[in-house]
């Protein structure tokens, strides 16, 4: 049969000469991840330590991972403005809603200035 015992089956020669699923597009493998309710469209796919959505893009050919809520901005309202960060005002990290009241772009300075005025920040120096 040419399958060398112990030799993985994607070495075989000729094995998969076609594709049997069609490649998806990035907006089919997202959407469907995403829990929309009346507030928060909440993520379901993998998350970071933090809670934040991630999920695999490849970008100029190669593969990495990129944070879901900048995905869900980018496929509804186009690129993130250069020297802008999107910041969530929900303050659920999970949340990939692009609307304002959600997430919004910003600068380092505001995501910081409403991150310590929402008690979410974190100081060693600031007492418990």
Same mark, same amino acid.
């Given at each position: 049969?040419?399958?060398?015992?112990?030799?993985?089956?994607?070495?075989?020669?000729?094995?998969?000469?076609?594709?049997?699923?069609?490649?998806?597009?990035?907006?089919?493998?997202?959407?469907?991840?995403?829990?929309?309710?009346?507030?928060?469209?909440?993520?379901?796919?993998?998350?970071? %330590?933090?809670?934040?959505?991630?999920?695999?893009?490849?970008?100029?050919?190669?593969?990495?991972?990129?944070?879901?809520? =900048?995905?869900?901005?980018? *496929?509804?309202?186009?690129?993130?403005?250069?020297?802008?960060? *999107?910041? =969530?005002?929900?303050?659920?990290?999970?949340?990939?809603? %692009?609307?304002?009241?959600?997430?919004? %772009?910003?600068?380092?300075?505001?995501?910081?200035?409403?991150?310590?005025?929402?008690?979410?920040?974190?100081?060693?120096?600031?007492?418990?």
């Amino acid at each position: 049969m040419g399958h060398v015992k112990g030799q993985p089956m994607r070495y075989i020669l000729g094995h998969k000469r076609f594709n049997r699923w069609p490649e998806r597009t990035l907006a089919e493998r997202f959407w469907p991840r995403v829990e929309k309710t009346d507030g928060c469209w909440l993520w379901k796919g993998a998350t970071d %330590p933090h809670g934040y959505g991630r999920i695999a893009v490849t970008e100029a050919g190669k593969k990495r991972s990129k944070l879901a809520h =900048h995905v869900a901005w980018e *496929l509804t309202n186009g690129p993130i403005p250069e020297g802008a960060l *999107l910041m =969530h005002q929900c303050d659920t990290p999970a949340c990939v809603r %692009p609307d304002p009241q959600h997430v919004r %772009p910003g600068t380092q300075a505001e995501n910081m200035r409403g991150c310590v005025q929402r008690g979410r920040h974190f100081s060693p120096f600031r007492p418990a």
